[in-house]
């Protein structure tokens, strides 16, 4: 058994699932199920939203200890259900170790969707929200624009590895800033309800919901972490639309 290969591709499993945004316990559970698989049941796996530690001890007594850090994520379902059934399939038939690196590749450049598809999902999202609470159709008509502007600016700020904090502010103030003026042009009735829509593309849901997880399941740390993150996206999204609503007041006084 060469085990700076296992440990390496243990790593790259738990790697995936968290880049797309699995729970702390799925990567840190995944990992040390492969460990057991292959014999090894002295792994020992920490990992927090931005980096996964991991070490195991050899028959002979040797520590092997592996650090990966991790810059950016995501949320990919899909590439989550892929990494657990890969995990699975590991742990049931041991295959050779390089082929899980080949494995864990081959889901990494799984197709998503296209650009102008994205597009077109945050613009029906903000549509949807607008209706669900209260707003016109031709709110949610409104609020469309708001939710393509969203995308956007979230795919422009990317390809310069913008820091996530500043996007969202750009991403809220320009959602704001169509919606104020589609209500002055008549096209909308009700700003409140068209920025709430648009907005809600930018809420981390899934983040709030994994924090909650994490911490009920004793990953205190890692859902410190991303109770944090949430704020600051939270912070961020009320900066942007507050300065969409408060400049024109300030300058114009409207």
């Not at 796996?45 to 991991?54: G, H, N, Q, S």
């Not at 650009?115 to 469309?144: E, K, N």
């Not at 969203?150 to 820091?163: D, T």
Request: glycine share 8%.
């Amino acid at each position: 058994m060469n085990y700076d290969d296992l440990i390496s591709a243990a790593t790259d499993v738990g790697y995936l699932l968290l880049r797309n945004g699995a729970e702390i316990y799925r990567v840190e559970d995944s990992m040390q199920r492969i460990f057991r698989a292959y014999g090894v049941e002295t792994g020992e796996v920490f990992a927090i939203p931005t980096c996964i530690f991991v070490t195991i001890t050899t028959p002979e007594g040797k520590s092997i200890t592996k650090i990966k850090r991790l810059y950016t994520r995501g949320t990919d379902l899909d590439k989550v259900d892929q990494a657990n059934d890969l995990c699975r399939r590991i742990c049931h038939t041991c295959p050779d170790v390089s082929s899980i690196h080949a494995e864990v590749e081959k889901i990494n450049r799984r197709p998503v969707y296209d650009f102008w598809t994205q597009v077109a999902a945050f613009a029906m999202v903000a549509f949807s929200f607008t209706l669900f609470y209260g707003g016109t159709l031709s709110d949610a008509f409104c609020s469309l624009f708001c939710g393509a502007g969203v995308k956007l600016v979230n795919h422009f700020m990317g390809r310069f590895q913008a820091n996530a904090f500043f996007t969202n502010i750009v991403a809220s103030c320009v959602a704001a800033t169509i919606a104020m003026l589609a209500v002055q042009m008549g096209f909308g009735a009700n700003l409140d309800k068209i920025i709430i829509g648009a907005l809600m593309n930018l809420v981390p849901g899934i983040v709030i919901t994994s924090f909650m997880r994490d911490i009920m399941g004793g990953d205190l740390i890692a859902g410190l972490i991303r109770f944090v993150e949430s704020l600051l996206v939270a912070t961020a999204i009320a900066i942007g639309a507050g300065i969409a609503l408060m400049v024109p007041r300030l300058i114009w006084g409207v």
